[in-house]
């Protein structure tokens, strides 16, 4: 049994696989990083028109302008807080609505808002903060909307599912081989036990 030991402990070991794990969980697909980034900043476009339309929607009930103009904004305030909710792509956003999985048609949402944001009543001309506040979010969200459009048409979104399939398949990949590094130090500390043993 002794020589049998001695082979075990001379036999030249491979690269380890925590080195594995390491090497395969350290790389990120940087196509994904501008992907995710993007979407920050477009719900971050979506929450200023949530916080201008809301802000609108006050005024107007407030000093009884425009009563429809006030429903007007708070219809656009859902709207804006479901493109904020459909950029988190939670599953049950694009399960409840299968067209924000294309980018096209959450580009087409977006661009609804931003009009939404845009228009304003005539009383808006005096309120130049409110008024300069409205058009930066309403412009900047309808870039945000053109480029999803343009980036759905030219499938890139396609693109950017069969990345995350490919991130998550690695994903599973790092646990399985941390389950197998784990399991290796258990049957080493069994095999160094059952040395012991033998030799008292």
Known sequence: MEPRTEEIEETPAGPSTGSLTSRVGKRADPFLVVCRCFSVVTSLIAILCVVVNVLAAVRSFRDSHD???????CYAVVIACFVVLAETEWGFILKFSKVLEYWAGRGMLQIFVAVMTRAFPDYMTQKKDLLLLQNIASYLLLACGVIYVIS?????????????????????????LEEIERRREELEQLLLEHGARDDV
């Open 152 to 176: 759905g048409v030219l499938c890139i979104g396609f693109l950017k599912r069969a990345r995350q399939q490919k991130e998550i398949s690695r994903e599973q990949a790092v646990k399985d």
């Open 67 to 73: 009563l429809f103009d006030g429903i007007f904004r």
